[in-house]
């Protein structure tokens, strides 16, 4: 997925789920009622469409992307010395 989709899909989601938390005429704030209880719940589905976001693997042209330039990973290399 792309990082433009991602944070798309992403504020979609934190945007639905904020104005059902939070809206009066809603059915989670009428079976919510505390403030701190809508905040909790809004951290834990954020944090799993984070997590959930972070852990998708990349479509193979991304990953190609990944692997080359300034996007390389240069875990366990040594680094260059050459000018």
Known sequence: MSELAATAL????????MRHLFHPGSWLHAHLPSDGLRLLVDAV???AVVAALIASPPRPAERRAHESG???HLVGRAPSTRP
Not at 10 to 17: F, G, S, W
Request: hydrophobic residues 55%; glycine residues 14%.
């Open 10 to 17: 992403m504020l979609l989601a934190m945007t639905v789920l």
């Open 45 to 47: 589905v954020s944090g």
């Open 70 to 72: 300034g996007h390389r």
